[in-house]
């Protein structure tokens, strides 16, 4: 069972509306929660639902990416029969090439996918936050004896021009894909995670490459070319919190969601459902004498001595006395001096602010302090 | 640099009252997040030991939970490990489960091992020090075997009743006696010795032929004489818990950062078991200061001048001043705990009230509900 599925993350994204955060680290490299890079939410996943074999695959800046990976420990994909592959482009006997796109990048690694030999490969993105157990999303698969099951989300009518959506019958079978449909058929969107029957999918990618006008992407071209093909594609709906952190203003979102009370992306409950994460040797975090934490998120390793209020506050962050932090997501090893006033920002990681600094009184839009 | 066995000995530590009741002092939580072995364990593996044994008198449970494999405190996950002795042959014995005849019992972990010299470090002194300096004068004085100690200028009123050395001007131990609070200026032991491997085998022999109730430090009090025994000096953070009160009043001294910043360096990482538990989360109403809090927790409530171990639920209109709290314990709405240690798992749901003395804490125990 364990091996009958590999799963396939791609991660090579820059995140280019994330401006400064992704300047030296590829995307789901990415800071978020308090504790998480994002690629944490797709690998715990994957590890809580009994997968043992993953290929992530990388390309901008992957160097602080590879390292995090590392052999996969930090999500326990380093047991007995367990692979953790890390599949940047490479030079090979007919040349190199970068990844040209999403199904390109699965395609040049179809050697790593046959020594694996999965009857199913799960393709993973490596940019959203959510908690799924994709054992499920199998289940679902094998019992509709599909070719390819894509998970949706069901989406307002307003947000579902915003989203590839998949238009299906009754019994969920997919007879039509539409990227940011202007007058969408249905509220179905695509969350970009795709279980394969791997022989299709082989095929599928084989034919693709051949293709001098593909653009080699798995919405745009593969789910279309297996639609006129008439194989069986099934859309699984997904219930629960699912957020694209994409823009500066959707990863503060995402993290202000963490302080909701009712706790939607259940962080704080599943416990055999953990997020995991990078062990960090910090101490716990210190309160200081005359601090005040109030409705936030505060990792090990922060010390706190100021003012805090609706933030997440990451480790090795320096709060000092005096300073105020309002509605904000302060990054690790970010300091914040006695005087400061830092509302609705992103302060990102090792990022100095002196003590006259005022950002974004008015606080209308969050904005993103960087070196 | 030889090579080097560490071995954390847990013989004769003594008991923390209730909370040692079900473990041993290794494996007792400590600010919130470790257990007092991650900072002896911690000392080897900075120091570029990769070889570890645990030795350990009684309550294998906890302490086996905590260690799980040992990888942590390796630099090498292959070359290093970290073995876990237990005496099964003498555990029911009291009188005879000593380190010596753990060794002898557990001698594959010294067969398994290149070592050309073995430390001994205990669990209930914590102290931070980098042992490669005193293995190399130890070498140097080709002295047969090494004590670590620290000189203190209030020796009547601190490290009561620990051993202490009375040396000659070059530094030979020429006595170890009990601290009794007669003399103001002492050579506290930390209780550490570094010995080659020759010598303790000699050792062993000599405890097996003399007498099977001798421990090492036993056969070191009565071999000063005959033994080249070397002195080398230790300076910095050191405290010795020796008692439940010990432990409250220095846990709680480390909200002070002068004390914080003498044991906890950036250079010397303090190695201990992931739990991978979310971030502390903070309530609309929580008020908290002066105190550590561990991930996992969720605060509600007021708490002051506390230590906040992991997991740890502090409910709406709680009030919690001066307490140790430790993982997975939970406290309900509007209890008021002043001077209190809070054990794991513990939960205060019905009585709202619960006040200890400063100099004597009231301790709930592990799993209770009150």
């Known amino acids: 069972m364990q091996n009958e599925m590999v799963a396939m993350l791609l991660a090579g994204g820059k995140g280019t509306r994330l401006f400064a955060l992704t300047k030296k680290v590829a995307k789901p490299a990415v800071y978020y929660g308090g504790k998480y890079r994002i690629i944490d939410f797709p690998l715990s996943n994957a590890a809580h639902s009994g997968i043992t074999r993953v290929g992530v695959l990388t390309q901008y800046e992957s160097v602080a990416l590879n390292n995090y990976i590392g052999n996969g420990s930090h999500w326990g994909i380093d047991g007995n029969n367990s692979v953790a592959g890390i599949l940047p482009p490479r030079q090979t006997d007919e040349g190199a090439s970068w990844y040209q796109g999403t199904a390109d990048a699965i395609y040049q690694n179809l050697d790593f996918l046959d020594n694996q030999n999965p009857e199913y490969v799960l393709i993973l993105s490596g940019d959203h936050i959510y908690k799924m157990n994709y054992a499920k999303m199998l289940a679902y698969h094998k019992e509709h004896k599909a070719d390819l099951t894509v998970a949706v989300l069901n989406v307002s009518l307003e947000e579902a021009s915003r989203f590839g959506i998949m238009n299906v019958n009754d019994d969920y079978s997919i007879y039509e894909f539409e990227e940011k449909p202007k007058n969408p058929k249905s509220t179905l969107a695509s969350m970009g995670i795709y279980i394969f029957t791997y022989k299709t999918l082989r095929d599928a990618l084989v034919k693709d490459a051949k293709n001098p006008d593909s653009e080699h992407d798995f919405g745009k071209n593969i789910i279309p070319d297996l639609l006129a093909k008439k194989k069986r594609l099934f859309a699984y709906t997904f219930e629960g919190y699912w957020k694209d952190v994409g823009t500066i203003a959707s990863l503060w979102e995402a993290n202000m969601d963490l302080l909701d009370p009712s706790d939607p992306l259940r962080l704080y409950k599943d416990d055999d459902f953990r997020i995991l994460s990078e062990d960090a040797r910090d101490l716990p975090q210190f309160i200081g004498k005359n601090a005040s934490v109030k409705k936030s998120i505060v990792n090990q390793g922060a010390i706190v001595l100021g003012d805090v209020s609706s933030s997440v506050i990451f480790k090795g962050a320096i709060i000092e006395e005096g300073a105020t932090v309002k509605d904000s997501v302060i990054m690790p090893g970010a300091h914040v001096s006695s005087g400061a006033y830092i509302n609705h920002c992103i302060v990102a990681d090792n990022v100095f602010i002196d003590g006259s600094r005022r950002e974004n009184e008015d606080g209308k839009e969050v904005i993103l302090i960087s070196k | ?370």
């Open chain 2, 1 to 370: 640099m030889p090579h080097i066995l560490g071995l954390a000995n847990l013989h004769g530590a003594p008991k923390l009252g209730p909370i040692t009741e079900r473990r041993s002092i290794a494996s007792t939580s400590f600010l919130g997040r470790y257990a007092f072995v991650d900072f002896t364990l911690s000392n080897f593996s900075n120091s570029g030991i990769d070889q570890m044994g645990i030795l350990v008198e009684e309550k294998l449970r906890s302490l086996v939970r905590h260690i799980g494999n040992g990888v942590v405190y390796n630099a090498n996950t292959k070359r290093g490990f970290c073995s876990i002795m237990y005496n099964e042959q003498y555990a029911p014995a009291p009188a005879y489960n000593n380190d010596i005849n753990n060794l002898i019992e557990n001698h594959w972990v010294l067969d398994q091992s290149n070592a050309d010299y073995i430390i001994f470090a205990p669990c209930h002194l914590l102290y931070r020090m980098d042992y490669r300096d005193a293995i190399k004068y130890h070498i140097q004085k080709k002295a047969s075997v090494t004590m670590i100690y620290m000189k203190c200028s209030d020796g009547k009123n601190s490290f009561i009743n620990m051993d202490e050395l009375k040396l000659d001007e070059n530094g030979r131990v020429l006595e170890i006696q009990k601290n009794k609070g007669a003399k103001k200026n002492i050579n506290v032991s930390l209780e550490t010795y570094i010995i080659s491997r020759s010598k303790l085998e000699e050792f062993l022999e000599f405890a097996k032929d003399t007498s099977h109730f001798f421990s090492i430090r036993d056969v070191l009090s009565y071999m000063t004489g005959q033994l080249f025994i070397h002195s080398y000096e230790y300076q910095g953070y050191l405290r010795a818990f020796t008692s439940v009160e010990d432990y409250y009043d220095f846990s709680l001294e480390f909200l002070n950062p002068k004390v914080l910043n003498e044991l906890f360096v950036p250079e010397w990482p303090i190695y201990t078991r992931t739990n991978d538990t979310p971030p502390v989360r903070y309530g609309e109403e929580a008020k908290v200061s002066n105190s550590f809090v561990a991930n996992g927790s969720i605060i509600e409530g007021s708490v002051k001048g506390s230590i906040i171990g992991r997991s740890v639920i502090i409910e709406k209109g709680a009030k919690i001043e001066n307490c140790i709290v430790m993982s997975d314990a939970h406290i309900g709405a509007n209890a008021k705990l002043k001077n209190c240690i809070i054990d794991r798992y513990a939960q205060v749901l019905h009585c709202n009230d619960l006040k200890g003395d400063p100099k004597k804490p009231l301790i709930v125990r592990e799993r209770d509900i009150v």
